[in-house]
């Protein structure tokens, strides 16, 4: 089983893009890369472990507080990884931490009510 790791933040229906990911896997664990109000709002509908993160923050600051909050939580070598909800700055971040933590990634999305692997 792999792990997700996921961003939940902007995007006009990107939340529920996020839930069918979600839902279409077996995932092992899940981690949600998402603001404070992302952690009141959203119902987890799996084990879910929130990383809350600040937006305003520096790009270098975002990268370590994911990276330290994945680390030693994640059984890799690879994550799937969902990044459709979001801004670019977040997404850069996410995937700044998971190279400097030495994790492969593969995208995941759902087309036709399908997950799909990229």
């Known amino acids: 089983m792999t792990d997700l790791v996921t961003c939940l933040s902007v995007g006009k229906g990107t939340w529920n893009e996020v839930r069918n990911v979600i839902e ?28 809350v993160v600040d937006a305003r923050r520096s790009l270098k600051e975002l990268m370590e507080i994911i990276q330290k909050s994945l680390k030693d939580k994640v059984e890799g070598p690879e994550v799937g990884l969902n990044v459709t909800s979001g801004s670019g700055k977040e997404h850069m971040a996410i995937l700044g931490a998971l190279m400097k933590s030495g994790l492969s990634f593969r995208l995941v999305a759902v087309e036709s009510d399908k997950l799909m692997h990229i």
Do not use: L
Request: hydrophobic share 30%; charged share 35%.
């Open 24 to 51: 279409k896997e077996n995932w092992r664990k899940v981690f949600i890369i998402t603001n404070e109000f992302g952690k009141q709002k959203y119902q987890p509908i799996k084990d879910t472990e929130f990383i």
